[in-house]
């Protein structure tokens, strides 16, 4: 693993970490102040992770054919980028090009 590998895993980690501390203050101030119990936190968490479930089961085939088309492309590009290097090149005599 690279530097820039390693430095971009710890800025997420550190964003994730954050984000998370976030998250369970605001839960925590919710529950404090009287606005919802924790139970009702609960049940809107887990009907957040089964709608979202559900939205990436429908998607899914969506995401495989995007993640193809992106490989695809790249590799295509690839290639042209080769040939247009190739069939730019001139071998003929000196002087002549």
């Not at 919710?30 to 606005?35: A, F, N, P, R, S």
């Not at 990436?56 to 969506?62: F, H, Q, R």
């Not at 992106?70 to 090149?89: A, G, I, P, Y």
Request: glycine fraction near 4%; charge should be negative.
């Amino acid at each position: 693993m690279n530097l820039e590998s390693k430095k971009r895993i710890k800025e997420l980690t550190s964003k994730l970490l954050t984000q998370t501390l976030l998250t369970q203050s605001i839960i925590n101030l919710l529950i404090d102040k009287g606005v919802c119990t924790s139970e009702e936190i609960d049940n809107a968490l887990r009907d957040s992770i089964i709608a979202m479930e559900d939205t990436v089961i429908e998607n899914s085939d969506l995401i495989f054919n995007s993640n193809s088309f992106l490989e695809d492309d790249f590799n295509s590009k690839q290639e042209l980028d080769e040939e247009l290097v190739m069939s730019e090149m001139y071998y003929g005599p000196m002087g002549e090009a």
